[in-house]
């Protein structure tokens, strides 16, 4: 059977000793407590300074959030203002960008003008220098326009212009190291022999190198003694006889020597391989040689029209005739065949050097490549 602690009686307190630790323990208690009101007292102060402290800096960081919005504010304005200036600044900077890109376009028209002005002047020196050279049958031309054209570029001192100059420097190498024929040597040779025609020997007649004497004229005439004079005396009578055998013997000796000349005029032995030569007549020899020099002077110009086969071909045409109508024993005749071999050895067809290299360099600084 359970019973039920409300109605319970208490227990009945204890007497004697059991009085004295309740009160002790009331003591203890009381205490206690007081100490936990001092405790209670002392942190509560301190949350009072907590919340004190706390409310101050709030306080606080409400001011300084005011100010910082304040500041930010500004900040923003400042931005604002600081944008719109840049706006203004990025207008007028692409403006003013602009203007110098004009500008310099404008320089570079007027420089690349009076560049496109100078690469047409030398190109077209050039081109009439090459004409000359054609012409002239010598590269001094060419040679003289490089040189000059070098010497205005580096007078205009224009970094494009480079490769130019380094085309008209190796072109002037390879013009100055390339061989060419001597024309002006040639002509004068060409000349030189149409003035001997005239004087080389034919064989239908005699040799012009050895001297012609008329009939009856002795090779050594010899001057009569002079005659003895009154003043002499009986000497003189004494050696009259002897004068006379020997003026007798000097006639005969001259008479002899006058009919060896005749008689060699008359009569002259000659080997000759070809009939038709010694057949040739008079006024044919002077057509043979008027032939010849004309000849001489076709070949002439050719040279100076650089038809080096045409005038080889004459100069071999010239020389087939001084071998079949000229007498080649005579010293002239010799020398002649001499030159007409060398010049036939030296009629070489030979195309003058071209400055493409420099003309192309013109042509892409004209381009603006």
């Not at 190198?209 to 005659?227: F, H, N, V, Y």
């Amino acid at each position: 059977m359970s019973t039920d602690p409300a109605t319970t009686p208490p227990p009945a307190p204890r007497t004697g000793t059991g009085g004295g630790s309740s009160r002790l323990l009331a003591a203890v208690a009381v205490g206690l407590a007081a100490v936990a009101l001092a405790g209670t007292a002392v942190l509560w102060q301190r949350l009072a300074r907590t919340q004190e402290e706390l409310a101050r800096r709030t306080t606080d960081a409400q001011a300084e959030l005011a100010a910082a919005r304040v500041l930010a504010d500004q900040a923003q304005a400042a931005v604002a203002d600081l944008q719109a200036r840049l706006g203004v600044a990025e207008v007028k900077l692409s403006e003013v960008s602009l203007q110098r890109t004009q500008l310099e376009e404008l320089m570079l028209s007027v420089s690349r003008s009076r560049d496109d002005a100078l690469v047409q002047d030398l190109e077209a020196a050039l081109r009439l220098a090459i004409q000359q050279s054609q012409l002239t049958g010598s590269v001094q031309p060419v040679v003289t326009a490089l040189q000059g054209a070098q010497q205005r570029i580096e007078r205009a001192a224009q970094p494009r212009l480079n490769p130019v100059q380094r085309a008209i420097a190796r072109d002037l190498e390879r013009i100055r190291a390339a061989s060419l024929v001597d024309v002006p040597a040639l002509v004068t040779r060409l000349d030189e022999l149409a003035r001997a025609v005239d004087e080389w020997p034919l064989r239908s007649g005699p040799p012009l190198d050895e001297p012609i004497r008329p009939a009856g004229t002795p090779e050594s005439a010899e001057e009569p003694s002079p005659a003895p004079t009154a003043g002499e005396g009986g000497a003189a009578t004494d050696s009259a006889w002897v004068r006379a055998r020997v003026s007798v013997q000097r006639w005969i000796e001259a008479g002899w020597a006058r009919l060896q000349v005749a008689t060699r005029d008359l009569v002259r032995l000659r080997r000759i391989d070809q009939p038709e030569a010694v057949l040739l007549a008079p006024e044919q020899a002077y057509f043979l040689r008027e032939n010849v020099r004309l000849m001489l002077l076709n070949a002439r110009l050719g040279l100076l029209a650089r038809q080096f086969d045409s005038a080889r071909a004459d100069v071999r045409t010239v020389e087939r005739h001084l071998r079949r109508y000229f007498e080649t024993d005579a010293p002239r005749m010799r020398q002649a065949l001499d030159t007409l071999t060398a010049l036939q050895r030296e009629l070489r067809q030979e195309t003058l050097p071209r400055p493409d290299e420099t003309l192309a360099a013109l042509s892409a600084a004209a381009g603006g490549r």
